[in-house]
């Protein structure tokens, strides 16, 4: 079983910056493929970012390629999103999600919480 915690949401102009965290327990960390999905109301979850479990391959949506960028760091059992020039379109909840495999996501076995991101125009 592993446990996904996900903070480093809330409100923020846009053209601004937020960084989500994602904290892991459990098993074992660095063999678990990590993303993000999102999702704002009346809309399906989107999936947004993927980082193998090496963190060697990562993979992003077109809607924030070039602005959003995943990472984690293996010995604090952490994944993070960096979100730049962020647009209103961005505001959803965003969720963390981890899949036993090497390789990017493709089906969690795992989901985070969830951290609002609102993004005002």
């Known amino acids: 079983q592993v446990q996904l915690v996900e903070s480093g949401g809330g409100l923020v102009q846009a053209g601004g910056s937020l960084r989500l965290s994602c904290a892991a327990s459990?098993?074992?960390?660095?063999?678990?493929?990590m993303g993000w999905f999102r999702q704002a109301p009346g809309q399906e979850r989107e999936y947004i970012a993927s980082?193998?479990?090496?963190?060697?391959?990562?993979w992003y949506a077109a809607s924030v390629k070039g602005r959003f960028t995943i990472s984690r760091d293996n010995a604090k059992n952490t994944v993070y999103l960096q979100m730049n020039s962020l647009k209103p379109e961005d505001t959803a909840v965003y969720y963390c999600?981890?899949?036993?495999?090497?390789?990017?996501?493709?089906?969690?076995?795992?989901w985070g919480q969830g951290t609002q991101v609102t993004v005002s125009s």
């Open positions: 459990g098993r074992t960390f660095s063999g678990y493929a």
């Open positions: 999600a981890a899949e036993n495999s090497v390789f990017i996501i493709r089906k969690p076995d795992y």
């Open positions: 980082i193998s479990s090496s963190g060697g391959l990562t």
